[in-house]
């Protein structure tokens, strides 16, 4: 059959994998089945060039397998630019696990994932994202020695989120002496969307700062907590993307830049922990630059997380770790700098060079 005269939704069947929009040449991809624990796992490895692919493992209730499928390939890349722009000796990978955190994850469920990241041999290192916990990374590591994110007990690093709150609040520190000429936040208004691990201490960050902190968040006993501890104000208007702020932090959800909100955004600088910020990369970087919002890439402001795993397999060193996030500073403004001289996006600049570090080392290990 060929493909070439297939439209898109014929092209789907006859080429489920390599036929994805989100398939970025992807070294190997897994397809994990149970029928005793009822796992069902897909692993993306994007890319071991710079070394192994380390990414989080994220469960969810996916509504079908080609949901899965486009999540774990568009994650994967991620990390293989996350980890290259950081400068870590690491490639990219993730994993999803399809069902419901809360109901369908069983010890026996984890134990069987990592016999599938063990059979691998290190070529995936897992670690924690959406619907796990440190604790089953634990319970992971009773399988295989691939796996990071792991309790301090165990020798692990424990939660990474306040370190990845660390590298946004450096990332965001580098986009105010960009746009501003100094980074102090004392006396900005900066909103913090999702006030979960990485926002909560973002807003404790900001708000010692001096910063007008406001806090929105669909749950509201966390924002009376938040509230609470650190000063901050619940948003109150009904359209917090028309808020009359100067810096605006996703840290809930990916894809809050789009066209919608970016025509109605008043603020003058975006940085966030959420993934995936942007809807489209290349759309809306470029319509987000030519509003003149200052967009810090969030693959390389979020990076403070994976530095922190990646930490545990080095031999973790708290204070290493915490210079290296701080680190995010610099990269983020000499990006930002790249970006306007090269009149590129930000994103785009954080890219080439993720990719230009990438190919260095694939002409290096071929020689
Ligand atoms: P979390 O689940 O602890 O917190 C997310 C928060 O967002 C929750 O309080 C939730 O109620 C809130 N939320 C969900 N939907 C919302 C909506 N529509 N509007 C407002 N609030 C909403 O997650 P986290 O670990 O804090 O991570 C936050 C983001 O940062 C995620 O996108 C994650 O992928 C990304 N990230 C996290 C890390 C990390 O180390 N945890 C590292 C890199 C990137």
Known sequence: MNAEILNPNELKKVAPVFGQLSFDNHEQIVFCNDKDTGLKAIIGIHNTVLGPALGGTRMWAYNNEWEALNDVLRLSRGMTFKSAVTGLNLGGGKAVIIGDAKTQKTPELMRKFGEFVDSLSGKYITAEDVGMTTADMDTVREVTKHVTGISERLGGSGNPSPVTAYGVYMGMKAAAKYKYGNDTLQGKKVLVQGIGHVGETLVEYVAKEGAEVFIADINQARLEEVRDKYGAIIYGGEDLYTADIDIYAPCALGATLNDVTISKLNA?????????????????????????????????????????????????DKAETMKKTENIYNTTLEILNTADRDEITTHQAALKVAQERIEKRRKENNQ
């Open 268 to 316: 003058a600088i975006v940085a966030g922990a959420a993934n995936n910020q942007l809807e489209n990369e290349q759309i809306h970087g470029r319509m987000i630059r030519e509003k003149g919002i200052v967009y810090a890439p969030d693959f390389l402001i979020n990076a403070g997380g994976i530095i922190n795993v990646y930490a545990e397999i080095e031999g973790y």
